[in-house]
Nanobody, 121 residues
Framework: QVQLVESGGGLVQAGGSLRLSCVAS????????MGWYRQAPGKQRELVAR???????NYADSVKGRFTLSRGDAENTVYLQMNSLKPEDTAVYYC???????????????WGQGTQVTVSS
């Protein structure tokens, strides 16, 4: 069984910063991509940032230059440093991982439970 546990959400004023953390645990063989999505009320879930095994990182245009995704020393951990936050960044942020649980299994997608980020104006 695989779990993604997020932490670090909260309430912050516009222009402030928050750091989200996500740790993947359980029966994991290989993590091939890991990152964050977000979903604001009434909107579809969208990619915020993602990093692949090779270290390639991509960001949504709306967060480029403000958010930084990084991996911890252990490859099962990612951090999302969010600076210069705007009210439009308000959403539930979900950790996402594409991983395999055995050497012969295909990749599956896993989600965390979500953490609320609220940016006040």
């Amino acid at each position: 069984q695989v779990q993604l546990v997020e932490s670090g959400g909260g309430l912050v004023q516009a222009g402030g910063s928050l750091r989200l953390s996500c740790v993947a645990s359980g029966s994991i063989f290989s993590i091939n991509a890991m990152g964050w999505y977000r979903q604001a009320p009434g909107k579809q879930r969208e990619l915020v940032a993602r990093i692949t095994t090779g270290g390639s990182t991509n960001y949504a245009d709306s967060v480029k230059g403000r958010f930084t995704l990084s991996r911890g020393d252990a490859e099962n951990t990612v951090y999302l440093q969010m600076n210069s936050l705007k009210p439009e960044d308000t959403a539930v942020y979900y950790c996402n991982a594409r991983l395999s649980t055995t050497p012969l299994s295909v990749d599956n997608i896993y989600w965390g439970q979500g953490t609320q980020v609220t940016v006040s104006s």
